[in-house]
């Protein structure tokens, strides 16, 4: 199973949390993370980041 599938099963929060700037992943996990966001259009990422920074 490659990283990108793997992330193709977590939640909106779970890939903020890996796409934060200061998380422990590598940068290529950072990037698959934020591609994902930019292409999933089943969650509201705006509105979960916001929740996740709260």
């Given at each position: 199973?490659?990283?990108?599938?793997?992330?193709?099963?977590?939640?909106?929060?779970?890939?903020?949390?890996?796409?934060?700037?200061?998380?422990?992943?590598?940068h290529e996990a950072k990037?698959?993370?934020?591609?994902?966001?930019?292409?999933?259009?089943?969650?509201?990422?705006?509105?979960?980041?916001?929740?996740?920074?709260?």
């Amino acid at each position: 199973m490659s990283l990108r599938e793997k992330f193709l099963k977590y939640q909106a929060k779970d890939l903020i949390e890996v796409a934060e700037p200061h998380s422990d992943y590598t940068h290529e996990a950072k990037t698959i993370a934020i591609d994902i966001i930019k292409e999933n259009n089943a969650f509201n990422f705006k509105n979960e980041a916001q929740l996740f920074w709260e």
